[in-house]
């Protein structure tokens, strides 16, 4: 439905670059991995990546993100280091390198991400460290971060019911019933069918 709308809207606005961002996530939290990454690179190609672009550190996050929950690790890395380098007093390159440094199984460079973003951002998102906990299979971190979240009124915890960090959640019913309390309808992530995955056309 969100694609079906985000489709809807861009065919009166087929410029908006800002279309076909939130197209482009959908796609990554539907884990329609390969429709999403042409969409980033669309993205890309029209200069969304340049310090003039739509939102540059957005879509290297982003994008990033399509590659890191696809198990592209490389091409992750290199976007959030993009994203870092683009603004080293964003908290959110750090805590996307984690998830990287998780994934590789790397404790000395997850360690120094987690020690970075302890000292330099103290009042990130409590919601991006929900992530990270979800990255390293720690879950009651993930529970007392969304916990948090809910508390701060964070904007992203309505993704938790979707996102790609918390997958091996899926069954957990802590978990759910976290989500359930706050009026949120549970797991409902997953793989989709990918017959037709189309990008923004």
Not at 149 to 177: I, K, M, T
Request: hydrophobic content about 45%; aromatic content about 6%.
């Amino acid at each position: 439905e969100a694609l079906a709308e985000a489709r809807l809207a861009r065919q009166h606005d087929p410029l908006s670059d800002l279309l076909r961002i939130s197209i482009a996530a959908t796609l990554s939290y539907a884990r329609r991995h390969d429709a999403a990454r042409r969409d980033w690179r669309l993205l890309e190609k029209a200069g969304a990546l340049k310090p003039s672009g739509t939102h540059p550190l957005m879509v290297a996050v982003l994008a990033g993100n399509n590659e890191l929950w696809d198990g592209r690790l490389d091409r992750a890395a290199e976007l959030y280091e993009m994203a870092r380098a683009m603004q080293p007093d964003s908290p959110i390159p750090a805590m996307c390198l984690g998830m990287v440094a998780a994934r590789r199984g790397d404790a000395a460079a997850l360690a120094a991400q987690l020690a970075l973003c302890r000292e330099r951002f103290p009042d990130m998102s409590s919601y991006h460290l929900a992530m990270l906990s979800g990255a390293v299979r720690d879950q009651p971190g993930v529970l007392q971060h969304l916990t948090r979240a809910r508390q701060r009124r964070d904007p992203l915890l309505v993704s938790a019911c979707v996102d790609p960090s918390f997958d091996w959640l899926a069954a957990d019913e802590d978990f759910n019933g976290l989500l359930r309390s706050w009026s949120l309808p549970g797991w409902r992530g997953g793989a989709q069918p990918q017959a037709k995955d189309r990008g923004t056309d």
